[in-house]
């Protein structure tokens, strides 16, 4: 059985598209009292042999072009200039949702850039920890007017800089007038919480955090400390599923205001560490994490569906072990021992029919059951008063945030149920990897699926927009879906492209046009997809960078887009680049050579390339050097 099960390898076929799917909701309610969090959490570590088969931000954005068409007006609006020396036309950090903003490295309100530098880990370098004030006009006079000794990404709401820094702190700075930035308020995350995510909307922040319970006293606890004050959270503002799930972290959703960093709301939920991934619409926080599969019922499964190869008592003692009080490990443990003494019991003719058959059989099973032992749990919390409005599970692991998207009251989400296999001792399943596309409903009930997107493959990069979905799998060459939502009910996909390398970033670029960033062979890779005809995607122009890597892989902050100039900009290890796709043709327009480029802004006609050295400054109408400066 040991040696078959080390050579299974599944040969999924396709399901079709409109397969029904079982229920997929889950039920929550909260705890009464610590005594009924720790009956829980001994209930959730019997089920503690699990699979973490998690990936893991990438590129869906909420609404139309329309919305995305606004975005780029409203981006173009500025901060709100106050006097003559502000911008008229500023540039803001490339986020997923419209008016939701996403903290990063760089920010500007119009007349002065922000710019937070790498954290150094030499000692002799600690004094680079900072995060400069610029000065931004004219270019030609650019300076540095303060510095902070915090380094983070940050939001700058109003005249206030809030700083997620170093060991689990964040900290409020007023910036506004000549004044030196002044620390107004700090919170520190207590030892078992981590930050997870955090939006800037209506001037509140939205953080989420991790809390990794303390199974002796799992509540009440204390996630944060304000003002020296312990901020807690009892039990009885703690969701769960009422079907008990493996369980070791809670999370939390706070609003806080950005001006005093004062807590106003708080609420919990219990969850796993793994694969945390959070989207946020004006209406509802879903934040999604990994939910173990049943992997017991799966290789018991496997087995029970094969009686005819094993004696009846030993199906009779496999189906007692499941309902024994002990936890999965030592059921697994005693269900290898019962197949090994079976196998010692064969002769070698036996066996090996043994093992040819389990081979064979074990394919068909793990194609109708390879979606069990991987999911995804997701929560909606609304806005407006984060009160937990629904949970559930779907099949497979969210590359990153851009795997979720909100459009008209429902969820869209791109998995890949992956394909490394299932481990634990003694024991080993292949499967290959799978990708769907699912649509819940307000009330998280799925009501939609595509299924099997890049066999044997996973999700590289995803962008919702609209009725429309753009999806990119990898494992060899590069299939570049076009997906037909317009049917909640009955997605579909509408074409496909396969091209060599992969997109890992995808962005719409004016009409009918989405551009990929990504690799082939090693290098850089920019394409510009033609989506005109949705049947028919097709590759229209691309260009192969000498670079290696991009930040933009890492991070979607990293891009800039300019539509009044028809140029975007991203940053490379060698330098930053500026490309036109003007008259549909990418055209690389200008190289900036400078050392650690991280981000690019604009203010009025200004581009400014801004790197751990310093910036440089370009007119956008003849790409002549206005303005430099190093620090």
């Known amino acids: 059985f040991i040696k078959f099960l080390l050579g299974v390898r599944s040969s999924i076929n396709r399901f079709e598209a409109k397969k029904s799917v079982p229920e997929n909701k889950i039920k929550m309610q909260k705890f009464s009292d610590v005594f009924e969090f720790r009956q829980y959490l001994n209930q959730a570590e019997k089920k503690g042999m699990f699979f973490y088969g998690g990936l893991g931000m990438g590129g869906p954005m909420e609404g139309d072009e329309e919305d995305f068409l606004a975005q780029q007006a409203f981006m173009d609006q500025g901060a709100g200039a106050k006097d003559r020396a502000a911008a008229q036309r500023v540039s803001s950090t490339n986020v997923q949702v419209l008016n939701i903003d996403e903290p990063d490295i760089v920010k500007t309100d119009g007349e002065n850039i922000y710019f937070s530098r790498e954290r150094r880990i030499l000692p002799l370098l600690e004094e680079q920890e900072e995060t400069l004030k610029i000065k931004a006009l004219p270019p030609e006079r650019a300076n540095v007017l303060a510095k902070i000794k915090k380094s983070g990404e940050f939001f700058l709401a109003k005249d206030t800089l809030v700083i997620f820094g170093a060991e689990n702190k964040i900290y409020g700075y007023k910036t506004g007038g000549e004044a030196e930035p002044e620390e107004s308020w700090k919170i520190e995350l207590k030892d078992r919480t981590v930050k997870v995510a955090s939006r ?359 891009f800039l887009q300019d539509l009044k100039h028809e140029i975007f900009f991203l940053p490379g290890s060698r330098g930053g680049y500026i490309f036109s796709w003007a008259k549909d043709e990418l055209k690389l327009i200008k190289a900036v050579s400078q050392e650690e480029v991280k981000r690019a802004v604009y203010l009025d006609d200004y581009l400014y390339v801004i790197g751990e050295r310093g910036l440089r400054v370009f007119n956008e109408n003849d790409w002549a050097q206005a303005g430099e400066l190093g620090w």
Not at 286 to 303: E, F, M, N, S
Not at 412 to 426: C, E, K, N, S, Y
Not at 441 to 456: A, P, T
Request: aromatic share 8%; net charge negative; glycine share 8%.
């Open 200 to 558: 800037l909307y209506n001037d509140k922040i939205y953080l989420v955090t991790r809390t990794y319970i303390d199974q002796r006293s799992p509540c009440p606890f204390e996630p944060l400390i304000i003002k020296g004050q312990g901020i807690e959270v009892g039990c009885d503002k703690i969701y769960h599923p009422r079907e008990v799930v493996p369980t070791d972290s809670t999370y939390e959703v706070m609003i806080i205001d950005p001006f005093s960093g004062e807590l106003e709301k708080v609420v919990s939920f219990v969850g796993s560490m793994v694969s945390q991934n959070v989207y946020m619409s004006e209406e509802s926080i879903y934040i999604a994490y990994d939910y173990p599969g049943d992997i017991l019922g799966l290789i018991t499964g496997i087995v029970g569906e094969n009686s005819d190869l094993m004696p009846n008592s030993l199906i009779e003692r496999l189906e007692k072990i499941k309902d024994y009080d002990l936890g999965n490990s030592a059921k697994m443990a005693e269900i290898q021992e019962m197949l090994e003494k079976q196998l010692r019991l064969m002769d070698d003719d036996e066996r090996l029919r043994f093992e040819n058959e389990m081979t064979n059989r074990a394919k068909e099973y793990m194609r109708k059951h390879s979606r069990e032992y991987e999911k995804t749990g997701i929560t909606k919390i609304s806005v407006k008063d984060l009160e937990i409005k629904a949970s559930a599970a779907v099949p497979g692991s969210l590359l990153n945030q851009f795997s979720m998207d909100e459009f008209e009251g429902n969820l869209r989400l791109a998995t890949t149920v992956r394909g490394q296999g299932i481990w634990m001792p003694g024991l080993n399943l292949e499967t290959e990897s799978v990708n769907d596309v699912y649509v819940l409903d307000g009330k998280m009930k799925l009501i939609g699926s595509i299924r099997d997107l890049g066999f044997d493959e996973r999700v590289y990069s995803a962008r919702f927009l609209g009725d429309k979905g753009y999806l990119v799998t990898f494992k060899e060459i590069d299939p570049f879906f076009v997906m037909d939502l317009s049917d909640a009910k009955n997605p579909r996909v509408e074409g496909e492209l396969k091209i060599p390398g992969f997109s890992s970033y995808l962005h719409p670029i004016g009409d009918d046009l989405i551009l990929g960033i990504g690799r082939e062979e090693n290098k850089v890779k920019v394409s510009l997809f033609d989506v005109s005809s949705p049947e028919n995607p097709r590759e229209k122009s691309k260009y192969i960078l000498d670079e290696g890597w991009s930040q933009i892989q890492n991070t979607h902050h990293a």
